[in-house]
């Protein structure tokens, strides 16, 4: 028993003593110490010979601010890019999206939910869409799922089987 405490004993010191942080040195092939001056890397900042706070030789007031020039301006870039993107926006006829639809079908149910749509809901305008061999009756053209689920909520107590579609937004 006397022994095995011993040896845990003797274990627990080396197990200590080779935890201890050593020194280490970098060297170079020749045996010095390595050492290297990275100052030259750093990025210089370039300060104006005189700033916009200088005062004139009485001074009763602030002398005229120094116009420095940019030197990495994109403006040129950046306004042909915004006048291309200008150029596609005109052009565009519509723009993507949302509409409620509320029934899908035919053309006389088609026509008693827009009436229905008129007493119940009479904010909303509704439209009679054909495309063959269907009539579609759609209420409200929105530009986010956002702005049309207030709308959505109201028609969806009188219509269960309403629903929020994406659709083409003409652009007048």
Same mark, same amino acid.
């Given at each position: 028993?006397? #022994?095995?405490?011993?040896?845990?004993?003797? %274990?627990? %010191?080396?197990?200590?003593?080779?935890?201890?942080?050593? $020194?280490?040195?970098? !060297?170079? #092939?020749?045996?010095?110490?390595? #050492?290297?001056?990275?100052?030259?890397?750093?990025?210089?900042v370039e300060?104006? +010979?005189?700033?916009?706070? !200088?005062? !004139?030789?009485?001074?009763?007031?602030p002398a005229?601010?120094?116009?420095?020039d940019p030197?990495?301006?994109?403006?040129?870039?950046?306004? +042909?890019?915004? /006048?291309?993107? /200008?150029?596609?926006?005109?052009?565009? $006829?519509?723009?993507?999206? @949302?509409?409620?639809?509320?029934?899908?079908?035919?053309?006389?149910?088609?026509?008693?939910?827009?009436?229905?749509?008129? %007493?119940?809901?009479?904010?909303?305008? +509704?439209?009679?869409?054909?495309?063959?061999?269907?009539?579609?009756?759609?209420?409200?053209?929105?530009?986010?799922?956002?702005?049309?689920?207030? /709308? @959505? +909520?109201?028609?969806?107590? @009188?219509?269960?089987?309403?629903?929020?579609?994406?659709?083409?937004?003409?652009?007048?």
């Amino acid at each position: 028993m006397q #022994s095995l405490r011993y040896s845990i004993y003797i %274990i627990t %010191i080396i197990l200590l003593g080779s935890c201890a942080t050593s $020194k280490k040195t970098t !060297t170079t #092939s020749q045996g010095g110490k390595y #050492s290297e001056d990275l100052s030259v890397w750093r990025p210089k900042v370039e300060t104006p +010979a005189e700033t916009a706070t !200088t005062t !004139t030789p009485d001074n009763t007031k602030p002398a005229t601010p120094v116009y420095i020039d940019p030197k990495q301006a994109v403006n040129k870039k950046l306004d +042909a890019v915004l /006048d291309s993107i /200008d150029h596609i926006n005109l052009s565009r $006829k519509f723009v993507e999206g @949302y509409t409620i639809q509320v029934y899908s079908g035919r053309r006389e149910e088609a026509l008693n939910a827009k009436k229905q749509i008129a %007493i119940s809901l009479p904010g909303l305008d +509704a439209e009679v869409q054909f495309t063959e061999p269907i009539f579609r009756v759609k209420v409200g053209k929105y530009y986010s799922r956002m702005d049309a689920q207030e /709308d @959505y +909520a109201a028609v969806k107590r @009188y219509f269960p089987a309403a629903i929020l579609i994406p659709e083409k937004i003409a652009i007048d």
